[in-house]
């Protein structure tokens, strides 16, 4: 396969209005004005986001203009994809900016920002939240009640009973117009996106008389099916420390494997439908999760880092080591500190709360001890705090 051809198959659940008709315009010659939006909802991008990133990064590297777009209008109004209920909070502006402010950082390891052919960064509230009255009224003339109501969710939140808040469910058109503000050719998101991003189709050819194309990539998901992603807890994020990005991909189904080679790295597709087979006919998957797992370390970090990630994994998790280097570190002036302060203090945990279930829960010890909240633990050379299964801590005196 050409480079096309790889780019409007591999890793591409659908395209609209089809395939055949992007690939004549694509061979054709014409350069593409295209665009992937996040909603920074979260504060990191993680290894589900990067199927759709690598795909910009196929469009750049083929000359054509690539816009990453920070949600920062659309992540008021809250995107209901992919979830049950209606949202308990909904974020402000300046919230949605604070969040993003490290996305660049994460997804330039992948696409480039600067150098030949930059990918551009906006922001969509930049238009959004400029829209009048008039200009809402003129968005929503486009769509009725009854196409909207159509979106599967929607409808099994109402067999449930559970409610559709309206601020939810004017997202589509915001999502839309914002294909519309930026004059795109195409659009480029997870299928959980295919309604929102055909909102889009549709006010392009109503606004602005033109086509708009719309490309899906398939959701990363674990071994039951399950997406992998900050709505269903199960987080790998691009920037988690090498130690814990290795055991993490570890950690995932064996029938996983395949889908991630797929989707998030360059091996050769007869190689991986090789090991597929391989796996089928009863090989232990362990070797191909382990080159995966050095594959996505070396990607999002680098060969090095990839390499001692696996040695740890080696020692720690199958030989009942402790590692050579922790991938959060506790600094102290004091002898002794709660095991608490040292959990937030680190960053293996969020909050106080998080820290505090996790020591309820048994799930933080040192040298075969489960700690306590409020049981000051004694601040030594060479302290290793294991935290869970896969985050270590170590203690800095300074």
């Known amino acids: 396969m050409d480079a096309i051809d790889t780019l409007l198959s591999r890793g591409v659940d659908s395209v609209y209005p089809s395939r055949e008709e992007l690939a004549k315009v694509l061979r054709a010659g014409k350069k593409l004005t295209l ?3 996040f909603d920074p909802t979260g504060t990191q991008l993680h290894i589900g986001h990067a199927v759709a990133i690598r795909k910009l990064r196929q469009f750049q590297d083929l000359g054509h203009r690539v816009i990453f777009l920070i ?9 209901p994809s992919g979830k049950s209920t ?4 909904f974020y402000t502006r300046e919230e949605l900016r604070a969040n993003a402010r490290d996305y660049v950082r994460q997804a ?9 052919n930059p990918v551009e960064i906006r922001y969509n509230s930049d238009w959004l939240n400029k829209l009048t009255l008039v200009d809402i009224l003129g968005i929503a003339q486009h769509f009725s009640v009854q196409q909207l109501i159509e979106r599967d969710m929607y409808r099994e939140r109402m067999k449930r009973e559970e409610s559709i808040n309206l601020r939810e469910f004017l997202y589509p058109l915001l999502q839309g117009y914002d294909s519309v503000a930026m004059k795109v050719d195409l659009e480029l ?11 889009g189709r549709t006010l392009v050819k109503a606004m602005l008389g033109k086509e ?9 998901t674990d071994a039951r099916g399950t997406k992998i992603g900050k709505t269903e807890g199960n987080v790998i994020a691009i920037t988690d420390p090498p130690g814990e990005l290795y055991a993490k991909i570890m950690n995932l189904g064996d029938d996983a494997i395949i889908n991630c080679f797929m989707l998030l790295t360059d091996l050769r597709e007869d190689d991986i439908r090789t090991m597929e087979g391989e796996m089928q006919g009863g090989i232990n998957p362990m070797q191909y999760k382990k080159k995966l797992a050095f594959e996505l370390t070396r990607t999002f970090h680098d060969a090095a880092a990839a390499g ?8 720690v998790h199958q030989k009942g080591g402790l590692p050579a280097e922790a991938g959060y570190v506790f600094e102290s002036r004091e002898r002794s500190a709660d095991p608490v302060e040292i959990l937030v203090g680190s960053g293996a945990t969020a909050s106080r709360s998080e820290a505090k279930r996790l020591i309820d829960q048994n799930a933080v010890e040192t040298g075969g001890v489960i700690l306590k909240a409020g049981t000051p633990l004694r601040i030594g050379k060479g302290v290793i705090i294991k935290v869970g299964k896969k985050k270590f801590i170590s203690i800095k005196t300074i």
């Open 35 to 37: 665009y992937q939006g």
């Open 71 to 79: 949600g920062d209008g659309t992540g008021q109004a809250g995107d």
């Open 86 to 89: 209606s949202r308990d909070k």
């Open 108 to 116: 330039g390891q992948i696409v480039r920002f600067k150098g030949d």
């Open 189 to 199: 998101g997870g299928t959980d996106q295919t309604f929102n991003m055909l909102a």
């Open 212 to 220: 708009k194309f719309v490309m899906t990539v398939p959701l990363l």
């Open 308 to 315: 001692r990630a696996e040695t740890e994994f080696e020692s």
